[in-house]
């Protein structure tokens, strides 16, 4: 892969995120001088690219989250693949590319619309849609893979389900039995065979009514709220289904049932319309004791309908099980435990970014680039303890290289620690570089700062610091 190929025009997307931090840094050092309050932004979640409708997955320990792609500067729904991100402490995402796209598909010619991938017997399938090439008309595609991440693949070489509707989700039942359940602007469900790719008897309507699905006004073709987006789940006894509803601009509702065809109750709304996308979509899972409300909105620059963002809120139940009105924010969830800055970790987990972007790397996974002068990475809640004596990074540079500065608190925090990166001959060949650290302690927000000349600077594969010993810290 040559430089040019590595290293094309950074994204409108990109430019617009590092100009956003720089009034953001303005803006925070002004205010700092009558009110010295730490700055917090932690949603959307992703910054680097517009993302859209999450589909969350808890497995192993770690949620992960499965999302759609807008396309740079769409007037339109133009989705060409998928993407997948994970995290362990609903803060720090790491970003595992895309295992999955319209080329995944022979049979598919445009719309990477909303799916939701699902773990079972093993293996993981990834239920999304997608243009039919031979009929034109929207259909349910299901990939496979034996990882979270992928790589996925077809598993049938042909759509689960067509008949022209979108936006899957599938549940398991505490029995074993799958259901797959799609739709817009009427609701489908199907039950799906232990195999996940095929299933028994014919798809069904679900009786869209307004006791079920509440009542819509001033649309007589559509007399209740039901519009898209529905997420199935079980919690104790009760079943629930989220969905975004009257279109447009939509909310997110919700109904309940006590099995998993219905009847369903109309229950009320989850999240108001708000957030600058006409659309939402809603994710929900529990995650390490805590519960998450996913959703989309167009918070980022150039953001809307058609270039949206991926954000989660923490929430509590009600006791008698009713979801509370959530709002969107900017401060997102609260972090779960605290990152170990003493086992590697990849250059691509962040919580927050200013400029950089992603890359498949020659090494496997993705790597950090398209750096310039100025740009940096947040990683929240580090936790270095009695303290860190040095840094180590794995780094390429297809030109002159640059300084990773190390910095705690924010991006003009207190330095740490600098550590060159030279030109090492190409944008994938990597070399490891280490420097000294002094005076990081305790628990901290880290930000790799990177400064040099003009043009792009380097490439970051992952970093790992080392503790101070024992005996060092004695002295």
């Not at 445009?110 to 093993?122: L, S, T």
Request: proline content about 7%.
């Amino acid at each position: 892969m040559t430089p040019a190929q590595q290293h094309r025009s950074r994204t409108r997307l990109g430019r617009a995120v590092a100009r956003l931090a720089g009034l953001m840094l303005a803006f925070a050092l002004l205010s700092a001088v009558a009110h010295p309050v730490p700055a917090r932004a932690d949603n959307p979640i992703v910054q680097s690219v517009y993302t859209a409708d999450p589909a969350p997955l808890v497995y192993n320990g770690r949620a992960y989250l499965y999302t759609g792609h807008d396309e740079d500067g769409s007037t339109y729904y133009t989705m060409n693949d998928w993407r997948v991100w994970s995290s362990d402490d609903m803060v720090n995402w790491t970003d595992h590319g895309s295992p999955l796209g319209l080329a995944s598909f022979g049979w598919a010619s445009a719309n990477a619309w909303a799916g939701q991938a699902v773990y079972r017997n093993g293996r993981f399938y990834w239920y999304v849609p997608m243009t039919d090439r031979a009929t034109g008309q929207m259909a349910i595609g299901v990939a496979v893979a034996d990882s979270p991440t992928g790589p996925f693949h077809d598993a049938l070489g042909h759509p689960l389900v067509e008949n022209g509707r979108i936006d899957p989700t599938v549940f398991v039942d505490d029995d074993g039995q799958a259901y797959l359940y799609w739709g817009n602007p009427d609701l489908w469900y199907v039950k799906l065979n232990a195999d996940m790719t095929s299933y028994s008897g014919s798809p069904t309507r679900i009786p869209l009514t307004t006791a079920g699905f509440g009542t819509r006004t001033g649309d007589p073709n559509r007399p209740t709220l039901f519009e898209e987006a529905p997420w199935v789940y079980k919690r104790g006894d009760l079943y629930y289904l989220v969905y975004a509803a009257k279109c447009c601009s939509e909310f997110i509702a919700y109904s309940t049932a006590p099995g998993p065809t219905g009847p369903w109750t109309y229950r009320g709304t989850v999240m108001p319309t708000q957030g600058g996308s006409f659309t939402n979509h809603p994710g929900i899972i529990d995650f390490k004791g805590n519960s998450y409300f996913f959703y989309h909105n167009g918070a980022l620059p150039g953001g809307g309908g058609f270039t949206r963002s991926v954000a989660v809120e923490k929430f509590s139940y009600n006791p008698d099980g009713t979801i509370p009105t959530i709002n969107m924010t900017s401060t997102g969830a609260p972090q779960v435990g605290t990152l170990n800055p003493y086992t590697r970790q990849e250059a691509e987990t962040t919580a927050w970014e200013s400029g950089i972007e992603t890359e498949p790397s020659s090494g496997g996974g993705m790597d950090v680039g398209y750096i310039d002068n100025g740009d940096y990475l947040k990683v929240k809640g580090v936790a270095f303890g009695a303290g860190a004596s040095s840094f180590t990074a794995r780094v390429a540079s297809g030109a002159g290289g640059g300084t990773i500065e190390l910095r705690l608190g924010g991006p003009t925090g207190t330095v740490v620690g600098r550590c060159g990166v030279p030109g090492t001959g190409g944008w994938q060949t990597w070399t490891t570089v280490s420097c000294p650290v002094s005076g990081a302690r305790g628990t901290q927000d880290l930000y790799l700062g990177f400064a040099g000349g003009s043009g792009y600077l380097a490439n970051v594969d992952w970093w790992q610091f080392t503790a101070v010993q024992a005996a060092a810290v004695r002295r």
